[in-house]
Every structure is written in C-alpha cells, then in structure tokens.
C-alpha cells in the first residue's frame, strides 16, 4: 500500500476550507463599505443645491469626485484581493472532489478484496476499512459541496456589490 505521509488529517481540511470561507465571507463584507460610501456620496453630490459661489461649487465637486474615485478603488483592490481567495478555495474544491473520487474507488477495491479473501479475520478488516473508506468519501464530498455553496454565494455578494456601484456611479 503506498504511504503519503503529508495526506492531511480530516481537521486540517476542514480547518483549512473554514479558514477561507470565512475569509471570503469577511471580505465580501468589507467590499460594501466602499459601495456604501458611493452611494451616499452620489446621494449628497445630487441633493446639493449647487447655489454657493463658482469656487465652492468647484471645490465640492472636486472633493466629492476625489472621494468617488477612492471608494471605486477600494472596491476594485478589495474585489481582486476576494477573486483570488475564491480562486484558492476552487482548488481546494477540486481537490477534496478528487481525494473523495479516489477515495471511493479505493472502499470500492476494498470491497471487492474482501469479497474474495478466504479468513474471517481478514474480510473483517477488508468490510471496516471499506466503510471507513466510504465515510471518508462522503465527508471529502460534503466538505466540497458546502464550500463551493459558499463560493457560489460569495460571488453573487460580489456580483451584487459590483451591481450597486455601477449604478451609484452612473448617477
């Protein structure tokens, strides 16, 4: 039977996907701060009566647009700091989705060993290291499927958030 040493434990799975699901979770959250500031600054940018003098017109106008182009900014960085999190949770995806493949073929090979071994003793360990086996599987399989949930709804956040600014800046 090969050995891989560096396999990681079932914690460290679930340690690792949890990490980044938060991250991605905290970041999308951090992204409607800059959205947020958009859209009241183009809100108090068109509720302005505009009857002060030319030069304090200007000065708002330009103060108000410099804040607008920061905020855009802020959401453009914070937007690829969040795809590239999203990128490195699709790879953990793929990967708890292969480990699980293979893992299954594995409790498969298992069962079949079992099925053509002569001692008790030994279909009993060929039986409990397929359902461990199995287990295993099922757990890689649910692991990708809640993070790649959380993925999916990360990116309509994201999508949304994008929404939100396009519009506040067209105003």
Do not use: C, W, Y
Not at 126 to 135: C, P
């Amino acid at each position: 039977m090969k050995r891989f040493g560096d396999a990681p434990s079932r914690a460290e799975f679930k340690e690792r996907t949890d990490l980044r699901r938060q991250d991605m979770r905290d970041r999308a959250e951090e992204m409607e701060d800059p959205v947020d500031d958009m859209e009241t600054l183009t809100g108090v940018e068109e509720g302005l009566s505009g009857e002060s003098s030319a030069e304090v017109v200007e000065f708002i106008e330009g103060e108000v647009e410099e804040a607008k182009d920061d905020s855009s900014d802020t959401f453009d960085r914070e937007a690829r700091e969040l795809e590239e999190v999203q990128s490195e949770t699709d790879e953990d995806v793929t990967e708890l989705d292969e480990r699980s493949d293979a893992t299954s073929d594995d409790a498969e090979k298992l069962k079949m060993a079992g099925d053509l071994l002569h001692g008790d003793r030994a279909k009993e360990a060929a039986d409990r290291s397929s359902d461990e086996s199995l287990r295993e599987a099922e757990f890689l399989a649910e692991l990708a499927s809640e993070t790649h949930a959380d993925v999916e709804e990360n990116r309509q956040v994201e999508e949304d958030n994008r929404r939100r600014l396009d519009q506040a800046r067209r105003r």
